[in-house]
């Protein structure tokens, strides 16, 4: 590929400020290639254009007007994962009071939504806060090279077959920690001679027709639990295979006490309150799953058992971990039981043995017949996006570093990742890391500093991976993961209140995060 000729001079920071401003630069529309980047300098280099990046760019413009930033998505869309994956039913996770942003009220009462209406949530931010000029669609990072001698991130991306050079004072990826080229599909054997067709929901053909067919969904993840439901309405029969059982949540999929509060108060007091209660009340979820993990367990299998009925046993709502060692399955309006019970679905626990041609064998010997088989199982896992990472020209070695809060990584300078909750709403944790990226930002430039690292010269403590869950997209991401320590800053908390006070009221300066000027040793 040619390299498009760029400035790769690391300008200082004084110089910098003499750059055409963003909207000289990127003016053009959304979704163009065009726009100049030969002068590709810039102040921060936004990685990811769903939740996070939407967010990130938010704070910048509101709180950083002087720092120039462009973001770089690799594909043609605004909405990250929210955006591919485009399975039926596809929808949110957690409520939506807390996965929409703060500076964004989400009016609707539906605390669980559809995949289509966070999309337009997130483009409607976007569009109505001026961040489309910003960004730069089709451009996949690929590197990233930190120069020490500039202070300066040397960024490589592709874009329609070209590549090009950019360079920025601070690099933030927003890109999220799942691989988008491919989702985890085990080589079962015998694949090749079955008669109907296998899909992964990561990428779900659009002209794919389940209607009146026999369905097997492999799997018992949030994936499959959302899947089962909405295949029911239209094939003859949808069984899960699941090897283990997941915890599965019923919840309405509206808030009745927010739609009174939104009908009783101004629309965003009415917002903020109950963002909230729901923030407090998944906490307290997850606390007391954590100390009484057994009141927990029995709670969640009995509350499965009476909503299934006898449809289905109690040894196949037994799963194998305590609550929250991984996720719990949230299924709104009962809509899993409810497909369930009325017979046009059912749960079978039982692990592949191979495929034949009219289905699945089962490891019991019994053959599950399939016209269509889905393969929900799982993801993997791609830190930064797969950018190679390297400080003056050495690969960084990701699972020897130690996360500082959350969001950087021990000895890597001017860099931030936007990683949210594994047991909450993404969004809180990564708009509470944009606004300290903000503060960093601001700090930097009024004291005339170039240079912020977190620096490991303490004891972090007895040190396991960054996500401490049990699911397997977690285990076989050992290898790439960074780590995390037992004592503070170096320890993740999966609580918001927590990192309310660690990311947002707590000093700069803490011992571990260290500033410098160029040719400096931070201190």
Same mark, same amino acid.
């Not at 927003?174 to 990561?202: K, L, M, N």
């Given at each position: 590929?040619?390299?498009?000729?760029?400035?790769?001079?690391?300008?200082?920071?004084?110089?910098?400020?003499?750059?055409?401003?963003?909207?000289?630069? *990127?003016?053009?529309?959304?979704?163009?290639?065009?726009?100049?980047?030969?002068?590709? !300098?810039?102040?921060?280099?936004?990685?990811?254009? $769903?939740?996070?990046?939407?967010?990130?760019?938010?704070?910048?413009?509101?709180?950083?007007?002087?720092? /120039?930033?462009?973001?770089?998505?690799?594909?043609?869309?605004?909405?990250?994962?929210?955006?591919?994956?485009?399975?039926?039913?596809?929808? =949110? !996770?957690?409520?939506?009071?807390?996965?929409?942003?703060?500076?964004?009220?989400?009016?609707?009462?539906?605390?669980?939504?559809?995949?289509?209406?966070? /999309? +337009?949530?997130?483009? +409607?931010?976007?569009?109505?806060?001026?961040? &489309?000029?910003?960004?730069?669609?089709?451009?996949?990072?690929?590197?990233?090279?930190?120069?020490? $001698?500039? %202070?300066?991130?040397?960024?490589?991306?592709?874009?329609? $077959?070209?590549?090009?050079? &950019?360079?920025?004072?601070?690099?933030?990826?927003?890109?999220?920690?799942?691989?988008?080229?491919?989702?985890?599909?085990?080589?079962?054997?015998? /694949?090749?001679?079955?008669?109907?067709?296998?899909?992964?929901?990561?990428?779900?053909?659009?002209?794919?027709?389940? %209607?009146?067919?026999?369905?097997?969904?492999?799997?018992?993840?949030?994936?499959?639990?959302?899947?089962?439901?909405?295949?029911?309405?239209?094939?003859?029969?949808?069984?899960? *295979?699941?090897?283990?059982?997941?915890y599965i949540i019923a919840l309405p999929a509206r808030d009745a006490i927010g739609r009174t509060l939104q009908v009783m108060l101004p629309r965003t007091l009415a917002y903020r309150l109950i963002r909230w209660k729901n923030i407090l009340l998944s906490t307290a979820l997850f606390q007391f799953s954590r100390r009484r993990p057994l009141a927990m367990r029995n709670w969640l299998v009995r509350q499965a058992q009476a909503r299934f009925g006898p449809a289905v046993q109690q040894r196949d709502l037994q799963p194998r971990y305590d609550p929250w060692d991984q996720r719990l399955c949230i299924a709104p309006d009962a809509d899993v039981f409810r497909a369930v019970r009325s017979g046009r679905a059912s749960i079978v626990t039982d692990e592949v043995a191979r495929f034949v041609p009219e289905g699945i064998e089962l490891a019991s010997g019994r053959v599950l017949p399939?016209?269509?088989?889905?393969?929900?199982?799982?993801?993997?896992?791609?830190? &930064?996006?797969?950018?190679?990472?390297?400080?003056?020209?050495?690969?960084?070695?990701?699972?020897?570093?130690? =996360?500082?809060?959350?969001?950087? *990584? =021990?000895?890597?300078?001017?860099?931030?990742?936007?990683?949210?909750?594994?047991?909450?709403?993404?969004?809180?944790?990564?708009? &509470?890391?944009?606004?300290?990226?903000?503060?960093?930002?601001?700090?930097?430039?009024?004291?005339?500093?170039?240079?912020?690292?977190?620096?490991?010269?303490?004891?972090?403590?007895?040190?396991?991976?960054?996500? !401490?869950?049990? =699911?397997?997209?977690?285990?076989?991401?050992?290898?790439?993961?960074?780590?995390?320590?037992? /004592?503070?800053?170096?320890?993740?908390?999966?609580?918001?209140?927590?990192?309310?006070?660690?990311?947002?009221?707590?000093?700069?300066?803490?011992?571990?995060?260290?500033?410098?000027?160029?040719?400096?040793?931070?201190?």
């Open positions: 590929m040619a390299r498009k000729a760029v400035r790769a001079d690391a300008p200082q920071r004084q110089r910098r400020r003499r750059l055409p401003e963003p909207s000289q630069q *990127l003016r053009g529309g959304a979704g163009q290639q065009g726009g100049d980047l030969s002068t590709a !300098d810039f102040d921060v280099i936004v990685v990811g254009a $769903g939740l996070s990046g939407v967010a990130a760019a938010h704070y910048l413009q509101r709180e950083c007007p002087a720092e /120039r930033f462009v973001i770089l998505e690799g594909r043609g869309a605004i909405g990250g994962t929210l955006d591919l994956f485009r399975y039926p039913g596809i929808r =949110s !996770d957690f409520d939506m009071f807390t996965l929409g942003y703060t500076f964004r009220p989400w009016t609707s009462d539906a605390q669980i939504a559809g995949g289509p209406a966070i /999309r +337009d949530y997130i483009r +409607d931010t976007a569009r109505d806060e001026g961040i &489309l000029p910003h960004i730069r669609f089709g451009h996949h990072v690929t590197a990233a090279n930190w120069d020490s $001698g500039s %202070a300066r991130w040397l960024v490589d991306a592709e874009s329609g $077959g070209e590549a090009l050079l &950019l360079s920025c004072h601070f690099l933030f990826f927003c890109s999220g920690y799942y691989d988008y080229e491919q989702g985890h599909d085990p080589a079962w054997p015998g /694949r090749e001679t079955f008669a109907g067709r296998i899909v992964h929901p990561q990428h779900w053909p659009a002209d794919l027709d389940y %209607a009146n067919k026999q369905v097997v969904v492999i799997g018992s993840g949030a994936t499959a639990i959302t899947l089962l439901p909405s295949l029911a309405a239209q094939a003859t029969h949808v069984t899960m *295979l699941q090897r283990s059982p997941s399939a016209d269509l088989v889905v393969t929900a199982t799982g993801l993997k896992l791609k830190m &930064l996006g797969g950018a190679r990472i390297t400080l003056d020209g050495q690969p960084l070695r990701m699972t020897e570093s130690l =996360s500082y809060k959350g969001m950087m *990584l =021990s000895g890597l300078p001017n860099l931030a990742m936007a990683m949210g909750y594994t047991n909450a709403s993404w969004t809180l944790k990564c708009e &509470l890391i944009a606004r300290q990226v903000c503060r960093i930002l601001n700090h930097m430039r009024s004291q005339g500093l170039d240079v912020c690292v977190p620096v490991l010269d303490a004891d972090a403590g007895e040190t396991r991976p960054a996500l !401490d869950l049990s =699911s397997g997209y977690i285990q076989r991401a050992a290898g790439v993961l960074p780590r995390q320590g037992s /004592r503070k800053p170096w320890r993740i908390h999966q609580n918001y209140l927590r990192d309310l006070l660690a990311l947002k009221l707590a000093p700069l300066r803490d011992g571990a995060l260290r500033f410098a000027r160029r040719g400096e040793v931070p201190r």
